[in-house]
């Protein structure tokens, strides 16, 4: 018992000071951390409850980004099917239910049009090289194309990676400070910005999908076809709100001229005469090339700016525009120009993403928390501090000095795992400070018992520690078991607070029983007690 | 200097005579418990139910009759207002809205612009919408985040100990969470995501103080093999007791700080853990041991063979 070589003691005190060292940086002010350079010192962040700030969950319109699939594959085999030579011809194409069918005109042609086909939709998915579409011939000359669940799968976290980073891209861009975004499950993106003091700004940024499309304007159509919603073969009625016109609606031809992927700029400016707020773009060079040819041979025409499937504005072509750069025109504010600009710069979200849980904070309940978890904290060590001295006496002190170097230990891993500390952390702080003494009460109590059953000092000290440490270790494993189900299976809040938990049992669990044995042993043997108050 | 004892030294309570009187008390109040949460029901939060809730914080006390004809005015649906903490901040829960999250963003801005004309200096200090869809797997994964505790512990304490303490300790577990959930019934606290912490918290706890009880138990059933199990059991409750006590008081002590000073937002959250300290103190003291004896734990390890029990020492495995 009595033996504890120096070395251990070292490395004891060592490793709770290095533990304790990594708190201090969290509790300075960050202009000084700042300065410290390539010096490590690893902060604790605080959660949006405590700093204020937005937490939104996204989740995917994945029904939708299938219907957008099924369009594009519908585009390209209709644009294919015509370039083959002998053509063929094909009709009746409908994208209902989450498939494209389509007539061929000549069923004699049908293997010639499967051959066509499986090129066009070949490729597998991913590594395990099944088919991303399921092409059948029904009635001899109806063809069927299906996704294939293997390609959607792909699709979806193709579609949910781009996701991710135009999200990314878009937070960024309004310049707030350590904003997490991750990926969650199949179609989720998680997004945690603190401090931001406009959460709707956020929000109205995050919801445009900003698909910017250049297409020309049918001018073959009549209006009163396109008030019944008949369109021109090969183009489409899009709502129109400021249609000059007066009607909601314009009829566009399908293929577009050039798309938002081939912008590599967009600012928001002012218009020079009116003053109005303008968007600028800047196209890169083979979007540059394809507009520039569109608007010599289409001078004195209309063209239309679609921005998520809605014509915003269609100007005439009164000349050819080569530089590859214009600007857009709308209905816009300062802020909604900007954002759009933002929006475009950013790229355009590959699927529509829709907020389906959202916390925020505003900063001022946050500093709230933050105080009243300190001041709870601080009552809480006093009184149990209090509590132990008065109960165990010199051996209450050394359950204090453990409980104090714990509270530290603790921030000090938590800065370590970049750990966040939120308000049900705080909590579980609080409730560790209380359930950390609980092993030194294990020990201390049973030192009382051993003394009454008449064993030596010493003797009682052994077998206090011996025998306590069975039941700490039990009682702990089953306190780890709860904490890490409600890790894994918790959200939120309730992560917060079994990261904290865990923490707390495991240094607990060091402080309580191997610091406080270290500092029994010293005083044990340095006096040589015949006689302990506990 | 004398020390304080809260438990005097060498208490000799017959426990287990009262576990006829404690076990009837525990059904009864477990019964309460389910009639009342069937009765009332559970005040579910936002996050368990789908919906949105604002807090707002005022100047000064509002009316909360004034601040009702405000928000109905907006014909947002039925508004639930609730003054929390400092008397000046007031929770307004609101049904989910139809329709995309563009509806929802429309809500909580025309709520808090017409409190704010209303309220002059009156400020959110937060909000939170939850989908239905969301609000579901909330629910489910609490659910089974509760259930695997409460199996995952019993299993532990099967395998470390006899069966008998896995099944006393559910048990005693079941009946701590009857009474958290009873208790949330009767007095109306918010329901929400932080009490499942709370609740996995209290099963920890609980079951922490139950296995300690156990451990002396095996522990004095190796030491006495001739004492009979009634007295092993009153022996080691007792010889117990003063850490039971001390452990909870001092978690007492740094929870009541906290549900004091620890602001409004964790009220329900410290409610509900010093309601489960208090009940998982005493279901460990007067049903988890006292039901090993109902349930036939006997001095005499079972599985040893017949014959070789009057030998003083016997070779077998090991069971720590």
Known sequence: MLDFPRWKVWSIVGLLAVLCALAIPSFLPERWTDRWGSFPHPRINLGLDLAGGSYLLLEADTA????????????????????????????????????????????????????????????GAGLTGQRQWDIQVVDSSRFVIRPTSAGMAQAVDQAMQDATEVVRRRIDALGTKEPTIIRQGTDRILVQVPGLQNPQALKDLLGK???????????????????????????????????PQGIPVIAVK???????????????????????PIVNFTFDTNGGKRFARTTQENTGKLFAIILDNKVISAPVINTPILGGSGYIEGNFTAQSANELAISLRSGKLPVTLKVIEEQTVGPELG???????????IVAVVLVVAFMVLTYGRFGVYANVAVVINVFVILGVLALLHGTLTLPGIAGFVLTIGTAVDANVLINERIREERRRGKSVIQSVELGYKEASRTIFEANVTHAISGIIMLVLGSGPVKGFAVVLLIGICTSVFTAVTFTRMLVVQWVRRTRPQTITI | ????????????????????????????????????????????????VGGLMIEEQFASPPSLDKVRQVVD????????????GDQRTVSIRLPAQNGDE????????????????????????????????????????????????????GLFAIFRFEWQFGVSTVVAIVHDLLMTVGFFALTRFDFDLNIVAAVLTIIGYSINDK?????????????????????????????TLPRTVMTSVTILLALIALLLLGGHVLRGFTAAMILGIVVGTYSSIYVSSSLLISLGLRAEPTRAKPGTLDRAEQVGPRER
């Open chain 2, 73 to 84: 005015a907006q014909g947002v649906g039925d508004a639930a207002l609730q003054l929390v």
């Open chain 1, 367 to 377: 500093a709230d928390s933050i105080r009243a978890g300190i001041l709870a904290s």
């Open chain 2, 102 to 153: 563009g509806a929802t963003n429309a809500v909580v801005r025309k709520v808090e612009g017409a409190l704010g004309r209303a309220f002059p200096g009156a400020t959110f200090s937060r909000y939170a919408t939850v989908s239905g869809k969301v609000s579901g797997e909330l629910i489910r994964n609490g659910l089974l985040a509760v259930v695997l505790a409460v199996l995952g512990i």
């Open chain 1, 254 to 276: 399908r293929a577009a001229i050039v798309t938002g992927d081939q912008l590599i700029d967009a600012q928001q400016a002012f218009e020079s005469q009116t003053n109005k």
């Open chain 2, 211 to 239: 296995i300690v009880i156990d451990d002396r138990i095996r522990e004095n059933m190796r030491r006495y093999r001739k004492m009979d199990m009634r007295e092993i059991i009153n022996l080691s409750v007792n010889e």
């Open chain 1, 209 to 243: 999908t900003a698909k910017l499309e250049f297409k020309m304007v049918d001018d073959t159509a009549r209006p009163e076809d396109l008030v019944k919603g008949i369109a021109p073969a090969g183009s489409q009625i899009l709502p129109y709100p400021g249609n």
């Open chain 1, 64 to 123: 939708d980004l299938a219907n957008t699939r099924v369009e594009a594959m519908r585009d390209q085999i209709t644009a294919e099917m015509r370039r083959t030579t002998p053509r063929i011809e094909i009709g009746d194409i409908s994208t209902r239910g989450g498939q494209l069918s389509f007539m061929l005109r000549d069923p004699s042609k049908v293997d010639a049009a499967r051959e066509k086909l499986l090129s066009i939709t070949g490729g």
């Open chain 2, 1 to 48: 200097m004398r020390l304080l004892k809260l438990v005097p030294d060498n208490t000799n309570i017959d426990f287990v005579r009262l576990r006829g009187l404690a076990f009837a008390l525990t059904l009864l109040l477990s019964l309460l418990a389910v009639g009342i949460t069937f009765a009332r029901g559970l005040n579910l939060g936002v996050d368990f």
